[in-house]
């Protein structure tokens, strides 16, 4: 059964709040560095920083990066509840 | 290595072994690879950089259980897919010169990251040991791991280790050991790609076979194609006839994001290594670096915290630094000129004056900084090695963005405040080359100590009791100058480019005070080197035109190059000995003080401030010390800006760039001044 969600660019994920990696839209280059960093299709991501402008900070596989709002907009996933 | 028995031959690696062994050290940064690097080599360590790349190369020997063995540093990465030539130096190196061993730095607190860097190196032709650091960190946060689990689920070797205290170095160099002698199987578990993308890699493996360049193994080859690796792809394209290439460009137009199956494939061998090795997962609390993220990384208080680090750096820098420099100037430099002035009173009174002034007084004075920059790369390196710094250059994205950069390229530009060497070769942090292009042009435009040195002389006799006032005025004015030029160097030059901000926050650490000392003194080496050769050469030059042709300063060449010039000075206020001060600060910046010096004939600084004061008036004052802020980057700044970008193109303009910055500035600084009575 499928799971009620619905999709946003991981820029518009409120602080706090998890999701799950749907896909990049970016370069190969950037999607390449955000591979290794731990993000991919299916992860589940934590929001830890967000306000609505500039920076935010993410927590992936056990880690903290920081995104340039640009690149974070870049990036979509699912919005599960729970 | 006759005695040894032909089947464990087949734990060796296929290449013949280096004599003495070559051990690699690989692992994403923040990882301690460096501390374990540091460990094992001490000082017996050589920095350099990568043939032919802005990428520092440290080696260094050790001694593995009373043998010599030689280690090599590889580039901190997180893959080995070529976005860097960090990635792409590291997986060169293991390909090309073939260490004996790689050892892969893990942390065991952050297991399911920093094995990624392990499933790539495991799919390369070489042994992996895996150095589980960080055990204390793991055990903390309540993981419980199992490293002999862990050891036969890689099929690699592991060593837990606590490099910060030194635990587990013993058992890792046993390991070494026992893999050199062949002692230890090594059959790695190697990560496959997504089950749904095996049989297309398959395809593409069998289309390249045999037309692969040496030494490259073929799966690699094609697992990196299929990861759309561009210089692997260039590669292939250059190896495959025509026909072939074709299809295996039309397999990977048709599988576009292969790229993600491979790293899911790395990501599922992960989770079944941590799956077999981990038995008790991390506690789900809020741990200390959260807790202080929340004031430190918040866009607000954030930058709070960060001017009162800065102050905090600046207040110990020259509260502590100064008056420790000044006391080796009275007590060291002027005694040593002294001494060799008596020692010398029967040689030429033109081999006296060159060692007097030339040697003693030009290096002699620029050493003296050397406690000042003690101090500032000591609090610098504290502030990287405990985490601070991302977060730092986190709080300062917004405001970098308006230049076209980001958070990164504060760091290099921090260091600036301390010497703008370091800083120019720090900006090797940054990723993407305008990126970093753009930030060594702006980083002369951070006052470093010496100019602030100059300042602190100068200011107090031209403004009194108000000289800490305008110091700070000063430093604003080089920092807002920064900004534009950066904003307009951007729209010019890069056309309003703006690279990927992608930066890790580590947890906070304890600081390790061996890490900090050889950044530290690694730092200040290069600093003394720098002294010793650039600045001696350009000391005795200007000394030299000093004195030529009639042993007077007031006739030499140098005073007519002044005079001839003079026009340009006047635009700004100076006379010619103003105007010669500002060119001598060429080869060091505070060279402008002793030139002043030299040329009001004032032994004393006491004299020299009452003389300034009563040959100039304010808004000439003023306007020198604006120029001195903004003017040319000094010869060892210029010299590495050629050296970082490669080319004088860049280093000259740089120069220009500054050149009209300072004289603009300093002219409207003087007209201003004028005009609100400060004549």
């Avoid at chain 2, 094992?40 to 950089?49: A, D, E, I, K, Y």
């Avoid at chain 2, 490099?163 to 013993?170: F, P, R």
């Amino acid at each position: 059964m499928p799971l009620p969600f619905k999709s946003i660019s991981l820029a518009q994920l409120p602080a706090g709040q998890n999701a799950t990696i749907l896909t990049f839209t970016g370069g190969r280059n950037v999607t390449n560095r955000l591979t290794s960093l731990g993000f991919t299709p299916g992860v589940i991501v934590q929001m830890t920083q967000n306000l609505g402008h500039g920076p935010l900070i993410v927590t992936v596989r056990g880690s903290q990066v920081a995104l340039g709002r640009g690149e974070a907009q870049k990036i979509f996933v699912n919005q599960g509840y729970g | 290595m006759s005695q040894i028995d032909p089947n464990t031959l087949l734990t060796i690696p296929k290449q013949a072994l280096h004599q003495p062994p070559v051990i690699a050290l690989a692992g994403q940064p923040n990882m301690g690879k460096s501390t374990l690097f540091n460990l094992l080599t001490g000082l017996n360590q050589h920095v350099g950089n990568w043939p032919g790349k802005t990428v520092e190369r440290r080696s260094g020997d050790f001694n593995l259980n009373g043998q010599q063995a030689n280690l090599v540093d590889l580039p901190g990465t997180y893959s080995l897919t070529a976005n860097s030539p960090e990635e792409s130096i590291a997986r060169e190196f293991i390909i090309r010169e073939q260490p004996d061993i790689v050892v892969a730095v893990v942390s065991a607190a952050n297991l399911e990251r920093s094995l990624y860097l392990v499933a790539e190196l495991l799919a390369l032709p070489t042994t992996v040991i895996v150095a589980l650091n960080m055990i204390d960190v793991a055990a903390q946060e309540g993981l419980v791991i199992e490293p002999k689990v862990l050891e036969a689920a890689l099929g690699a070797p592991v060593v837990p280790m606590m490099a910060t205290k030194a635990i587990g170095v013993h058992q890792l160099l046993d390991i070494i050991s026992e893999v050199l002698q062949g002692k230890r199987a090594f059959t790695p578990n190697i990560p496959e790609v997504r089950a749904d993308h095996q049989a297309v890699l398959a395809q593409i493996v069998h289309l390249i076979a045999g037309y692969v360049p040496e030494p490259y193994p073929t799966e690699w080859m094609a697992l990196k194609l299929f990861e759309g690796d561009s210089e692997v792809t260039e590669k292939m394209q250059a190896a495959l006839p025509e026909t072939i290439w074709v299809s295996v460009q039309s397999i990977l137009r048709q599988h576009d994001d292969a790229m993600l199956a491979v790293a899911s494939g790395r990501y599922e061998w992960i989770e079944r290594m941590i799956r077999a090795a981990v038995t008790r997962p991390k506690i789900g609390q809020i741990g200390l670096t959260a807790r202080i993220d929340r004031w430190a990384a918040h866009p607000f208080w954030g930058l709070l915290i960060l001017a009162g680090v800065l102050g905090l750096v600046f207040w110990l820098t020259f509260n502590v630094g100064s008056p420790v420099q000044e006391w080796l100037d009275v007590q060291i430099v002027t005694r040593l000129s002294d001494l060799a002035s008596a020692w010398l009173a029967g040689a030429p009174f033109w081999l006296q004056g060159m060692i007097v002034d030339g040697v003693i007084g030009g290096v002699g004075s620029v050493l003296t900084f050397i406690p000042i920059l003690v101090i500032f790369f000591t609090t610098f390196a504290l502030l990287e090695d405990v985490g601070y710094m991302a977060r730092a250059a986190y709080v300062m994205d917004n405001i970098m963005h308006l230049m076209g950069l980001h958070g990164k390229s504060f760091l290099p530009l921090f260091l600036g405040f301390g010497c703008n060497v370091p800083a120019i070769m720090g900006a090797r942090v940054i990723d993407s080359w305008p990126a970093r292009l753009l930030t060594i042009l702006i980083a002369p435009l951070v006052p470093c100590t010496a100019r602030m040195a100059v300042v602190a002389f100068i200011a107090p006799a031209f403004f009194g009791s108000q000289a800490l006032l305008v110091t700070w005025i000063l430093v604003l004015v080089s920092l807002a100058t920064l900004v534009v030029s950066g904003v307009l160097l951007n729209l010019l030059i890069f056309k309003g480019q703006r690279s990927a901000f992608i930066m890790e926050i580590p947890l906070y650490h304890l600081p390790n005070s061996r890490t900090i000392g050889l950044l530290v003194w690694q730092r200040n080496y290069s600093f003394v080197k720098k002294a010793g050769t650039t600045i001696l050469g350009m000391s005795l030059i200007v000394w030299v035109l000093s004195f030529l042709p009639y042993g007077d300063i007031n006739t030499s060449i140098l005073a007519r190059f002044g005079q001839w010039i003079e026009p340009v000075g006047r635009w700004v206020g100076f006379d010619w000995r103003l105007t010669v001060a500002l060119i001598t600060s060429f080869p060091a910046k505070e060279n402008s003080i002793a030139t002043l010096g030299v040329l009001f004939g004032s032994n004393s600084e006491a004299g020299l401030t009452q003389t300034l004061r009563a040959s100039f008036s304010t808004a000439a004052g003023l306007s020198f010390l604006v120029v001195n802020m903004l003017f040319i980057p000094c010869l060892a700044t210029v010299a590495v800006i050629r050296q970082e970008t490669n080319s004088w193109m860049w280093a000259l303009l740089d120069v220009a760039i500054l050149l009209v910055i300072s004289l603009l500035a300093g002219g409207l600084v003087y007209r201003l001044a004028l005009l609100i009575g400060l004549g």
